[in-house]
């Protein structure tokens, strides 16, 4: 069966993991791993499998853009905006899992399909993919006045590009709580926690609710919306069960990764990477039935 | 004599934990009014987790903070305001708002081995003209080759001061004196010190600090702060006068605002309890004091179970959910 051919850019921790994850997608076929340090691990490892490697950034791929139907973008906010304008006016379909959001924001539970149209799509980020299902979850229930996450990350799984985008990070998924979640207002917050063993991603979400004796309904609907995520990101789970105080709301996660490239504890990549895996993934489906 | 070093005080920030987060424009004016008069040259104004810390994890603001910043640089005549700001709670715009308010210094604080999400902010602080400091929070927890470390990539970004941020008030006067005196060797910024008093070694931890070569040291007035709160503003005052220092205090006036102004508007007394005793023998970050309490009293368990679990979870500042994960997991394991 016909596959999409898919390139990445950015061979870091990312890209590498997103990888292995696109090697099991049905539709879409590995091909190229673009980084800008030849001596990168994940160029390496990209050769190494028999992708092909190019190690002179997004210039490099434009020489060779048959290789690829779909692109990933696994730089960083700064980077994002070149790569896309070049890539969409060749044709090629974008996803983007830096908090660039030019595109529309995607979270595969909540609007898997809904901007298939678009030529580049964003995967908000590792916290708003963890939270937003759980944002969403409530406000199919009851109307969400406000809605704020806490995700803590363990520092080794926090490269130098989330680092130097803290601020892209809180934003865009403030941002996507809202447009995405359902909250009329959005707040994030990140922390990074160095403690060895390092810790499981955790997350919580805290809402606000118009009315209260929606309990019930908020407990069954969370449950449904984690058998969701668990289809793609086994590892995600909830904490204890939700808490009620008057109109708040507040639900507690953690989310084990696949330890594709990253081990388990990083469930904060897993969850970006297994998210847009699944978001190609579906768009293959759509592009390959439509050609034929 | 010259001045050997400014005391800054964090009652009207560090204090919105000890507040639950309700100063009123009233009590940050009186307060202001009174640390100017006294002679104290900064002072810090923001929700206890820096700006943009209004939340529900950490407590919503009873009165929206830039209108306290607003309020107390309006009482200022000397002194500055400065204002925290966390990366990963806070943002730059957050900056660009308090600055407009009056703000004219900026601590920029990370975990203590996470100094590089700072570098944007740090910048920016400086192009905005504001004295940029670096506050390495949670120090205890790094050992001091660490601390040096962290601290050069806060001076690379241009921080004028970094801090040595003994968040858990866990240290002891030589945990100080090393820290202080190896970034006293190795960074050419000045060096900042600022305690909790959960061992009752604030005072103590902050002569050691000056004594290493320390040029900022903060306090709060009748240790208004989180935990058991900081080193007592008026009493260093005082201690620093005794022992030959220059503080450019007056120390009745300061005796004045903390006894006069503040003490009425507390909560309760800053007394260490059996809660903050175990954050700082177990190094727990001093805010999840009153979430503790919270926790505690909803899951119905012990707060100090709570705490030691937190430590040795090594919880890092601004994990106050964590407190009601650990509530709910100790009570389940109770049943």
Same mark, same amino acid.
Not at chain 2, 86 to 111: C, F, N, S, W, Y
Not at chain 2, 218 to 236: F, I, Y
């Given at each position: ?18 990888? +292995? ?10 091909? /190229? ?48 905006? %070149? ?13 983007? !899992? ?22 580049? !799509? ?20 009851? $109307?969400?006045? +406000? ?27 403030? %941002? ?34 118009? $009315? ?11 449950? $449904? ?10 590892? +995600? ?10 109109? %708040? ?11 594709? +490239? ?15 895996? %699944?978001?190609?993934? $579906? ?8 050609? /034929? | ?30 307060? #202001? ?38 309020? #107390? ?5 000397? =002194? ?42 740090? =910048? ?17 927890? #790094? ?15 241009? *921080? ?34 600022? *305690? ?15 004594? =290493? ?9 009748? =240790? ?12 260093? *005052?005082?201690?620093?006068?005794? @022992? ?6 007056? @120390? ?62 090594? *919880? ?20």
């Amino acid at each position: 069966m016909k596959k999409c051919k898919v390139g990445i850019i950015g061979s870091g921790n990312i890209g590498t993991d997103l990888m +292995y994850k696109i090697e099991r997608s049905e539709h879409l076929q590995m091909s /190229v791993m673009v980084g800008i340090d030849p001596e990168s691990d994940g160029l390496k490892r990209a050769a190494d499998r028999g992708y092909t490697a190019i190690a002179n950034g997004i210039d490099g791929l434009m020489e060779q853009l048959d290789l690829v139907d779909i692109v990933f973008d696994a730089t960083s906010a700064y980077a994002h905006k %070149k790569h896309s304008d070049l890539l969409t006016a060749a044709g090629k379909k974008v996803i983007d !899992l830096t908090p660039a959001a030019i595109g529309p924001f995607t979270v595969p539970p909540v609007n898997l399909t809904e901007h298939f149209d678009k030529n580049n !799509l964003n995967m908000v980020t590792c916290g708003g993919q963890a939270t937003i299902p759980m944002v969403k979850a409530i406000s199919r229930v009851v $109307e969400v006045e +406000y809605a704020e996450i806490v995700a803590t990350v363990a520092s080794l799984s926090a490269g130098p590009g989330t680092r130097a985008n803290i601020d892209e990070f809180t934003r865009t998924t403030a %941002k996507a709580i809202e447009v995405v979640g359902g909250a009329q207002k959005g707040k994030a917050i990140i922390i990074l926690n160095p403690a060895e063993p390092p810790i499981i991603m955790r997350d919580t979400v805290h809402a606000l609710v118009a $009315e209260e004796g929606k309990e019930e309904e908020i407990i069954v609907s969370v449950d $449904e919306m984690v058998n969701e995520v668990q289809q793609y990101v086994p590892g +995600y789970r909830l904490r204890g069960i939700p808490q009620f105080d008057g109109r %708040k709301v507040s639900i507690f996660l953690e989310v084990e990764g696949a330890g594709d +490239y990253f081990p388990p504890y990083s469930g904060n990549l897993d969850i970006m990477t297994a998210a847009a895996a %699944k978001v190609a993934n $579906e768009l293959a489906k759509q592009l390959i039935t439509a050609s /034929v | 004599m010259g001045r050997s070093f400014e005391i800054l005080d964090v009652s009207l920030r560090d204090g919105s934990h000890a507040m639950q987060h309700s100063f009123t424009v009233e009590q940050v004016r009186a307060t #202001a009014r009174g640390l100017d008069d006294a002679g104290v040259s900064y002072f810090e104004v923001s929700h206890g987790d820096g700006l943009g810390g209004s939340s529900l994890q950490y407590g919503l603001s009873k009165v929206d903070e830039l209108k306290l910043i607003e309020a #107390a640089a309006e009482e200022c005549q000397n =002194a500055k305001v400065s204002v925290l700001l966390i990366p990963g709670i806070g943002i730059k715009e957050d900056l660009q708002e308090a600055v407009k308010a009056g703000a004219k210094m900026v601590r920029v604080a990370t975990h203590v081995t996470e100094a590089d999400v700072a570098a944007q902010h740090i =910048a920016l602080g400086r192009e905005l003209g504001l004295k940029t400091v670096g506050f390495l929070m949670m120090a205890h927890m #790094a050992p001091v080759e660490k601390v040096v470390e962290q601290a050069k990539l806060f001076e690379s970004y241009g *921080a004028e001061i970094v801090y040595v941020t003994d968040s858990a008030g866990y240290m002891l006067p030589q945990d100080v004196t090393a820290r202080i005196a190896a970034l006293k060797q190795s960074i050419g910024c000045e060096i900042g010190f600022h *305690a909790h008093n959960n061992l009752s070694m604030a005072m103590a931890n902050t002569i050691a600090a000056v004594e =290493a070569g320390a040029t900022y040291i903060d306090g709060s007035l009748r =240790a208004l702060g989180a935990g058991s709160g900081n080193t007592q503003t008026e009493v260093m *005052a005082a201690v620093l006068e005794r @022992l030959g220092y220059n503080t450019g205090i007056d @120390l009745y006036k300061i005796m004045d605002v903390a006894n006069e102004v503040v003490a009425p508007f507390m909560q309760r007394p800053q007394e260490i309890t059996g809660s903050s005793l175990i954050m700082g023998y177990s190094g727990v970050y001093s805010s999840f004091l009153l979430h503790t309490q919270a926790a505690a009293q909803k899951f119905g368990v012990d707060e100090r179970d709570i705490l030691v679990e937190l430590g040795r979870l090594k *919880a890092v500042g601004g994990q106050e959910d964590l407190i009601y994960d650990v509530a709910q997991q100790l009570a389940l394991a109770k049943v």
